[in-house]
């Protein structure tokens, strides 16, 4: 008896360690497949490599509105190529709060902090997101984005971001 016990103790094990192992290399494979180079084309306005990262039918809503497949990335090329233009360098950084990821499709909950550096110094900007990811041809893709500012009315702010910080992909 005892022995059947501790062989379905070893299966159950093997079984959660499979499983968590899975998790961990999906997650990875998404962060070098949409979150480096994001924030790789965030930083240098690379407006063709951001938009790769992003399906066909993307939604984006943010607190400016909503904007779906090619108006959104129409959009996003036409303020990085103003934002190449100026002074201006930018960077971002991400925390994850919540990642769930199942076959081809993942959704994940988090902060962000985008720093923008000029000749009168640096800001910080905060702001809490969530994503829905679809792997296409093998490729994960930015699917749904969203992100706001506020919750609940209340601004988000470098506490909310630093909770998480140790953690962040930059």
Same mark, same amino acid.
């Given at each position: 008896?005892?022995?059947?016990?501790?062989?379905?103790?070893?299966?159950?094990?093997?079984?959660?360690?499979?499983?968590?192992?899975?998790?961990?290399?999906?997650?990875?494979?998404?962060?070098?497949?949409?979150?480096? &180079?994001?924030?790789? @084309?965030?930083?240098? *306005?690379?407006?063709?490599?951001?938009?790769?990262?992003?399906? =066909? =039918?993307?939604?984006?809503?943010? &607190?400016?509105?909503?904007?779906?497949?090619?108006?959104? +990335?129409?959009?996003?090329?036409?303020?990085? @190529?103003?934002? %190449?233009?100026?002074?201006?360098?930018?960077?971002?950084?991400?925390?994850?709060?919540?990642?769930? @990821?199942?076959?081809?499709?993942?959704?994940?909950?988090?902060?962000? %902090?985008?720093?923008?550096?000029?000749?009168?110094?640096? +800001?910080?900007?905060?702001?809490?997101?969530?994503?829905?990811?679809?792997?296409?041809?093998? *490729?994960?893709?930015?699917?749904?984005?969203?992100?706001?500012? %506020?919750?609940?009315?209340? &601004?988000?702010?470098?506490?909310?971001?630093? %909770?998480?910080?140790?953690?962040?992909?930059?």
């Amino acid at each position: 008896m005892m022995k059947k016990i501790n062989l379905l103790l070893g299966f159950l094990l093997l079984g959660t360690s499979i499983w968590a192992q899975e998790k961990a290399t999906t997650q990875q494979l998404i962060d070098e497949q949409v979150w480096r &180079p994001f924030i790789q @084309a965030y930083s240098a *306005q690379d407006a063709d490599l951001f938009n790769s990262i992003h399906t =066909d =039918d993307v939604l984006r809503v943010s &607190p400016w509105g909503i904007r779906t497949g090619e108006e959104y +990335k129409t959009s996003t090329a036409n303020a990085y @190529a103003k934002g %190449k233009a100026s002074n201006k360098k930018r960077s971002i950084a991400f925390w994850f709060e919540h990642r769930q @990821a199942k076959e081809n499709i993942a959704y994940e909950v988090g902060y962000y %902090k985008v720093t923008v550096t000029s000749a009168e110094g640096s +800001k910080h900007h905060y702001a809490r997101f969530h994503v829905v990811l679809r792997k296409e041809d093998e *490729q994960w893709k930015i699917a749904q984005d969203w992100d706001t500012n %506020k919750i609940n009315g209340v &601004p988000v702010t470098a506490a909310d971001f630093e %909770k998480g910080a140790a953690n962040a992909i930059q």
